[in-house]
């Protein structure tokens, strides 16, 4: 049975202050009126049920997350004590999933990126999960075509084709994962045509995850398998907590997928973009006649290519604005240039070296 | 003796959202921590005392005036009714001060100016004094030596210079007034070195003002005559509202001024600033390391020449803006290029034509 794992225990800082530590991206409706995460699990109506649904987040995030899932059972929120990077999430959800369905395949999403439309999404899980099925031992994972040389994605380079239906989307072994590249080494990759960028969607059988971190991560799994343990117990939130923070932080590709054997690599037939700043909301939200994107209460005199974010009620009015980016929260106000876009973190940062907690 | 008429009705547009219908510029402390009323009262102490003060102020404003010059008696504040210029306003002044000084001489000063240091305008204030004293029908105004070839502002045209003391400010005949000019006359007059800007204070015997406005305007000062009958009368309300409606407005240098024969004018020792815009009051606070002015809760990334003013505790971020302006306030934010400071007028016009009256 397939089962999905939805990752949602990021904390981001460039949506800043629109998103804060108690309201990350994907808790935010950055790209239409749901919310990233809301979407994500949208999205898996018609493939997956809420029973076979876990979502996986940080403690502090569990009661934000819970009240933007009401359809999910209680039993179906995981809230880690600590991050620890992916790996350590998806070997517990692994374990978890076991318990109840041994044989279980899992689609393993993040929670904060948006996917167009979503029944592109639901086939290309279904083909992934065909190709689990033909080879149980096979690790899948999902690539965008790159449109432009991004230095902020990791790659995959595709080796040899496999065979696929008539209406699937082609999909290839692995040959090998790349870490994000230099500008001049991501135009290669583009122009190369073999490269796609990893959407960090993956799909594989629960036990054949389990078994590669039982080689690669022997010390993690066992901790994870002690967690396990305990979990319909009464020590599950102390085990829960001391064996977790005892893991070493590490991703699944590191962990994992850079060493295995048999990873295959479908082409992403669904439209994907990771959100990674206001522009990327921009480009999803779309512009109006001069080239600005607002969303909220808002009015321009001779503004363009300006993004004006607003909550509640306040007005945000823009005169002569050229490519700015203001975003307004009923405690924070953020003005930037918009090529400085990037340095949104550098604000994160500087706030919490000043102490001022109240608004991270 | 010598009696104080601060006018303080005005309503601007231009310190939108920071200033608004109920909250015009002079209520706002936005050279420092006291308002621009309330340093123009305070600049008052030591030449007139609060029983010799006069606040002539629109009736929707009286209250908040009230609270801020918590030092005047209720009778020093008269409210308008309806807005009417400034020859109303100082007839009414006159007729009413007459009434308990028969012999007054009164000083009229704008309430939205800044003056500083506060010594020299009371010397002024004193010299302009002592000029009426010696010619009882003469009318005093003072000037600003231009810095700059200004289109905004009225020039007085210096004419024969008067005989001064030893530690007076130089004093001349008034040749004649010369209404806003064109940037090529304004820079005609600055290289003339004989025309000053209109600071629109003025000292005057309110004898003498009040039979100008008799020759000049005689419909007017009947109507006034009529207010002031009934000022300690039950209809004092209804009668200062039904005729000062049906005044029709004039500014005293239309009415007066630009028509009299004995006209000096005092060049002002003192540093004058009508504060006509954000640029304005960031050259009254001064600027930081980086060029940014700023009053509020701040954070700034590598951003210059910015002000930024911020209501209450809320944080502005500014992050890589050259030249902008941005002012918080509660319900509403403004973010404009600082090019385009004088359009922020067409911000409320386009306010008042949408209906969003909350925000006005």
Redesign the interface.
């Known amino acids: 049975m397939l089962h999905a794992i939805v990752m949602a225990g990021g904390s981001g800082t460039r949506f800043w202050?629109a998103s804060r530590a108690a309201l990350p991206k994907q808790l935010l409706p950055l790209a239409g009126d749901r919310t990233l995460l809301e979407d994500t699990v949208d999205r898996l109506e018609g493939l997956v049920p809420p029973d076979r649904t876990m979502v996986v987040t940080s403690a502090q995030l569990l009661d934000a997350v819970r009240c933007q899932l009401p359809g999910l059972p209680e039993s179906a929120l995981v809230g880690e004590p600590c991050k620890r990077d992916t790996a350590p999430c998806i070997g517990l959800a692994a374990l978890l999933v076991s318990r109840v369905d041994p044989d279980a395949t899992m689609a393993v999403m993040p929670s904060d990126h948006v996917i167009r439309p979503a029944q592109r999404f639901r086939d290309a899980i279904r083909q992934a999960e065909q190709l689990v099925a033909a080879t149980p031992g096979r690790l899948v994972t999902f690539g965008v075509r790159p449109t432009y040389p991004a230095e902020s994605f990791g790659y995959i380079q595709q080796g040899e084709p496999l065979p696929v239906g008539p209406d699937d989307s082609p999909a290839h072994a692995v040959a090998r994962f790349r870490e994000k590249p230099p500008a001049s080494v991501a135009a290669e990759y583009l122009a190369a045509g073999s490269y796609l960028w990893n959407a960090g969607i993956f799909v594989w059988r629960a036990a054949t995850i389990l078994a590669a971190l039982r080689t690669r991560q022997p010390e993690c799994l066992a901790r994870l398998e002690r967690i396990a343990a305990a979990w319909d117990g009464p020590d599950r939130d102390q085990v829960f907590a001391a064996e977790f923070a005892a893991i070493k932080g590490i991703s699944i590709d590191y962990a994992v997928l850079e060493h295995a054997d048999d990873v295959a690599v479908i082409e992403a037939p669904f439209g994907w973009d990771d959100l990674g700043g206001w522009s990327a909301v921009a480009r999803q939200l779309g512009a109006d006649a001069t080239g600005n994107t607002v969303v909220g209460r808002h009015?321009d005199?001779?503004s363009s290519g300006t993004i004006v974010h607003?909550t509640g009620?306040?007005?945000?009015?823009?005169?002569?604005?050229?490519d700015?980016l203001?975003v307004?929260t009923p405690?924070?106000?953020?003005?930037?240039?918009r090529?400085?876009e990037e340095?949104?973190r550098?604000?994160v940062a500087?706030?919490e070296n000043?102490g001022?907690m109240e608004?991270l």
Chains 1, 2 share one sequence.
């Open positions: 202050p009015l005199i001779e607003a009620d306040h007005l945000v009015v823009t005169l002569g604005l050229v700015m203001v307004h405690d924070a106000t953020l003005v930037a240039s090529d400085r340095a949104v550098k604000v500087e706030l000043r001022w608004f």
